[in-house]
C-alpha cells in the first residue's frame, strides 16, 4: 500500500503582497524557515510529474516525499523561491495561468506582480517542474465546453510552444474540477492533475483528483511541521471545510440555473 504524500500549495512569495493575494501569500523568511524544517526532518521533495508516475507504475518513491507546488505565477516564486530551493536542491512544480504571465498572451487579469516568460525558463531549468493552470483562471467547472476546452488547450499550446517541452500536470484554478473537467484535462493530454482538499495525496484519489494542503501568511511553523507529517490537518481545515461546504450548495444552485436558461434557449 502507498503511504500517503503531503503535497504542499504555495502561491505568492512576497514582503509586500496586495489584498488580493495576502491571505495565500507567505513571506520569504517563512518560506526560507519551510524548506529548511523539511531539509532538517529528512523530507525528500519530488515534482507532480515524478509522483504520479510512480505510483502508476509501482516504482519507488524517495524517503519521505513531499511536494512543493505554486499556483498561478507570481514573480516572488523567482526572486525568492527560486534561491531558497536550490540552495537543498528541491524539485518543485509550478503551475501558471498562462494568461496572467507578463508577454505576449498576457490578459491583464494577473492579481499582483506576475513572472514573465524568461523567468518561467529560468524555473524550468532549475527542478521546477512547469504545469497547466488554465490560460485565465476561471472557474473551470462552471464554464461551457467550448470555454473549457479553450482553457486547457490554449494553456498547453503557450507552455509548450515557450519552453519547447509539452506540459504533463495541471492544477485546477481554486481546486474546482467535475467529472467533465477532469476528462478535458485527460483528453487535453495531461497525465495528472491536482486539487486541493486540504488533505494528505493518496493513491486511491486516482492521477485527476490528488489533494493538497494550503499553506498560507498565517501558517506558523509549528503549524506547517505539523501539516506535513499529516497531523491535525483535519482540525487545522476545519472552518474551511465549512465554507467549502456552504459555498458547494451555492455553486451548485448556479450551475443548475445556468443549465436550465440554456435548455431554454
Given amino acids: 500500500m502507498s503511504e500517503p ?21 507567505v513571506t520569504p523568511e517563512a518560506f526560507s524557515e ?11 521533495p519530488v ?3 515524478q509522483l504520479a ?6 516504482s519507488a518513491l524517495p524517503a519521505r516525499p513531499v511536494l512543493i ?3 498561478d505565477g507570481y514573480e516572488g516564486v523567482h526572486r525568492h523561491g527560486l534561491p531558497v530551493l536550490a540552495k537543498y536542491g528541491f524539485a518543485s512544480t509550478l503551475f501558471v495561468s498562462t494568461g496572467w504571465i507578463k508577454g505576449a498572451y498576457d490578459t491583464g487579469g494577473g492579481l499582483d506582480t506576475m513572472l514573465d516568460w524568461d523567468q518561467v525558463r529560468r524555473l524550468a531549468e532549475e527542478q521546477v517542474e512547469i504545469g497547466g493552470h488554465s490560460h485565465t ?12 476546452r479553450f482553457e486547457v488547450l490554449h494553456c498547453k499550446e503557450i507552455i509548450a510552444g515557450e519552453l519547447g517541452a509539452r506540459p504533463v500536470s495541471f492544477a485546477y484554478p481554486y481546486g474546482y474540477s467535475s467529472s467533465r473537467v477532469r476528462r478535458m484535462v485527460r483528453e487535453a493530454g495531461f497525465a495528472q492533475s491536482l486539487a486541493v482538499g486540504n488533505a494528505l495525496a493518496r493513491r486511491r484519489q486516482g492521477p485527476y483528483a490528488l489533494r493538497r494542503v494550503t499553506v498560507r501568511r498565517t501558517t ?11 497531523r491535525a490537518i483535519a482540525l487545522n481545515f476545519a472552518r474551511d471545510r ?14 443548475l440555473r445556468r443549465k436550465a436558461i440554456r435548455s431554454r434557449v
Fill in 47 to 49: 515534482n507532480t510529474a
Fill in 34 to 44: 519551510q524548506m529548511a524544517l523539511l531539509d532538517d526532518q529528512g523530507f525528500t
Fill in 242 to 255: 465549512a465554507l467549502t461546504k456552504g459555498y458547494a450548495m451555492v455553486r451548485r444552485a448556479r450551475q
Fill in 53 to 58: 508516475a510512480s505510483w502508476r507504475n509501482g
Fill in 69 to 71: 507546488t505554486f499556483d
Fill in 5 to 25: 504524500v503531503p503535497i504542499l500549495m504555495y502561491h505568492a512569495i512576497a514582503h509586500a503582497p496586495n489584498d488580493a493575494t495576502r491571505a495565500l501569500s
Fill in 137 to 148: 483562471h476561471p472557474q473551470m467547472d462552471q464554464i461551457p465546453d467550448d470555454a473549457l
Fill in 220 to 230: 506558523g511553523i509549528e503549524e506547517f511541521s505539523r501539516l506535513v507529517e499529516g
